[in-house]
């Protein structure tokens, strides 16, 4: 089963900016579209982002637009999310998740467990 990892997170003012990772283990990311997600205590999971196999298919959610990139290394077999610009609204835990297939989807099979991004001064 795919097993996801992400790295990353942690403390930056608001302004500053971070770069978050996803990894897979025993299993390549190559075969999956991968989201990234956010989740905000009190606050519903939302989709930040997303990336094809392919890299051509991508979405962003509009608070997130002009100051997130995501972007994947075949290479290293990573998924990559650049946070700039960061506000206090992009804190929360950030999770990297698969669906069964090579384009973005509504759902989403595989998760990893998260990381902590905390936005303050």
């Known amino acids: 089963q795919l097993q996801l990892v992400e790295s990353g997170g942690g403390l930056v003012q608001p302004g500053g900016s971070l770069r978050l990772s996803c990894a897979a283990s025993?299993?390549?990311?190559?075969?999956?579209?991968i989201g990234w997600f956010r989740q905000a205590p009190g606050s519903e999971r939302e989709r930040v982002s997303c990336?094809?196999?392919?890299?051509?298919?991508?979405n962003y959610a509009d608070s997130v637009k002009g100051r997130f990139t995501i972007s994947r290394d075949n290479h290293t077999d990573t998924v990559y999310l650049q946070m700039n610009s960061l506000e206090r609204g992009d804190a929360g835990i950030y999770y990297c998740?698969?669906?069964?297939?090579?384009?973005?989807?509504?759902?989403?099979?595989?998760w990893g467990q998260g990381t902590q991004v905390t936005v303050s001064s």
């Open positions: 998740a698969a669906p069964r297939a090579k384009d973005c989807s509504d759902t989403y099979y595989y």
């Open positions: 990336i094809s196999t392919s890299g051509v298919g991508i």
């Open positions: 025993e299993f390549t990311l190559a075969y999956y579209a």
